[in-house]
């Protein structure tokens, strides 16, 4: 079975603070995602890498930044954490590809800035 | 752009009762095209797909067809049982691959 790993479900950060939310799959996927998913605004994509140490924005990357230095792992980042960035966090990984490749995703990460 | 359009919950259904979740879809060429399913604290996992027109996606009694004239992927269960309450979205991938567009996601409620 596909396995990705969100290290952290549930997390308290204070404003302004660093915080990483860190990722892992198994499957030797090259594309990895970073989501946000709030009530009433569904999911959407914050960062996606294709491969090792390549990035690209998606639709809300503001205030968040990644980084992929080994095809496995995937960090999502928020330089300063604000109040607006509680979420649920969702990562996901995929065989690079056409549009079958299925998505598979982790278990979340709850974060609430307090 | 591409979008999902699916219909609005919440939907409260009696055990075994028929299910329908609509859900239509605007894209440019062949997207490939998904459900997951989403239960209560939990990641989002897949319930079924399909890749290309006419192809009917199964899993745990939940059926959808891949409808490229009315643009179309519904999702279908024909008895729900109390365990199917979640929330359902359903999802297309572009034909190029790349992230997955979701719908706003439907919230299934099934009462014993």
């Known amino acids: 079975d596909v396995k990705v790993t969100q290290s952290s479900r549930y997390l308290v950060k204070r404003t302004g603070e660093k915080v990483f939310l860190e990722c892992v799959q198994d499957?030797?996927?090259?594309?990895m995602f970073w989501y946000r998913q709030d009530p009433g605004l569904g999911l959407r994509l914050i960062y996606f890498?294709?491969?090792?140490?390549?990035?690209e924005k998606g639709d809300i990357p503001e205030g968040y930044s990644v980084s992929r230095e080994k095809k496995e792992r995937f960090s999502l980042i928020l330089e300063s954490a604000s109040t607006n960035q509680t979420s649920m966090y969702l990562c996901?990984?995929?065989?690079?590809?056409?549009?079958?490749?299925?998505?598979?995703f982790g278990e979340g990460s709850w974060l609430t800035v307090v | 752009g591409d979008s999902v359009t699916q219909m609005e919950g919440p939907v409260t259904l009696s055990e075994e009762a028929f299910l329908t979740i609509n859900c239509t879809y605007t894209?440019?060429?062949?997207?490939?095209l998904f459900w997951y399913v989403q239960y209560p604290g939990e990641g989002l996992q897949l319930l079924l797909k399909?890749?290309?027109?006419?192809d009917k996606g199964s899993n745990k009694g939940f059926e959808a067809t891949y409808r490229k004239e009315t643009t179309s992927f519904h999702l279908e269960k024909g008895s729900v049982q109390v365990s199917d309450s979640a929330v359902y979205f359903c999802?297309?991938?572009?034909?190029?691959?790349?992230?997955?567009?979701f719908g706003q996601g439907t919230e299934l409620s099934v009462k014993p």
């Open positions: 996901a990984s995929s065989f690079m590809g056409g549009s079958g490749n299925t998505i598979y």
């Open positions: 499957m030797d996927h090259e594309n």
């Open positions: 890498s294709y491969d090792v140490k390549m990035k």
């Open positions: 894209a440019t060429g062949y997207p490939s």
């Open positions: 399909a890749t290309k027109a006419d």
């Open positions: 999802a297309l991938r572009p034909q190029a691959g790349g992230k997955l567009i």
